[in-house]
């Protein structure tokens, strides 16, 4: 049972139920053969019709959960992450290449390189997290998540 605050304060509970219906298999088949057939491109709109099936069968309090997010956001997120993982790869195919006559320079360079992937995955699960929350409503109110994704990786750090 969820705790939801109600009017003056005074806690309502309220039943979380996931309501089961039919159609999960062919909304999987159909999104395994049209990224099959897209060479992995349907993979965001996939995404995107699964969470919606997943949330609407979520009931709490006896209403549904509603996604609200597009294909065309995390295609675009993908795009971002990409542009972001092709020049730090590259710097460090470069500098990798640059410093074999050193082992310890090249271990030095591949150690900052995994920790730099490693931070970048934390952001990426933060980040993911916001957006999720922030396209799910429940009778038209939306969630959230507040913070700093760098205060976030800091704690995980740490």
């Not at 159909?30 to 949330?55: D, E, M, P, S, V």
């Not at 360079?109 to 922030?134: C, D, P």
């Not at 969630?143 to 700093?148: L, P």
């Amino acid at each position: 049972m969820a705790e939801i605050t109600g009017v003056m304060g005074a806690p309502v509970h309220e039943r979380v139920a996931y309501e089961g219906r039919q159609g999960l298999v062919g909304l999987l088949s159909k999104n395994f053969f049209l990224t099959l057939f897209t060479i992995g491109i349907y993979r965001f709109w996939a995404a995107t019709r699964l969470r919606r099936f997943l949330w609407s069968n979520i009931r709490v309090g006896g209403d549904g959960l509603e996604y609200t997010g597009t294909g065309r956001e995390l295609f675009l997120g993908f795009l971002v992450a990409l542009a972001v993982l092709a020049p730090l790869s590259i710097v460090y195919i470069v500098v990798h290449r640059l410093s074999l006559g050193s082992p310890v320079l090249a271990a030095s360079v591949q150690g900052v390189y995994f920790l730099a992937l490693f931070i970048f995955m934390q952001v990426a699960l933060f980040r993911s997290r916001r957006y999720r929350l922030s396209r799910t409503t429940w009778r038209g109110i939306y969630a959230g998540q507040t913070g700093s994704t760098w205060h976030y990786c800091g704690l995980f750090l740490g």
